[in-house]
């Protein structure tokens, strides 16, 4: 029977092979990231567009108070 190494790995529970992974994956960019990308990309989007619609209800808000200021 052989000893283990240190405390925290006692001796028949190993972790067997790691799993190969490609230089994408090792850089932490795997597919996982791609789809959190991509769903940081639709939340962006749809922050902008909820940002241009106020925008543009405050212009013509704006424009609606001006006509009735002029008046």
Do not use: F, W, Y
């Not at 190969?20 to 990308?37: F, I, T, V, Y």
Request: no cysteine; net charge positive.
């Amino acid at each position: 029977m052989t000893d283990s190494k240190n405390i925290n790995n006692p001796v028949g529970q190993g972790g067997g092979q790691r799993k190969k992974l490609s230089r994408a994956e090792r850089q932490n960019n795997g597919p996982h990231r791609n789809r959190d990308r991509q769903s940081a990309a639709a939340q962006k989007a749809e922050l902008v567009r909820k940002m241009r619609e106020k925008a543009r209800a405050a212009e013509t808000a704006g424009q609606a108070s001006d006509d009735t200021a002029q008046s």
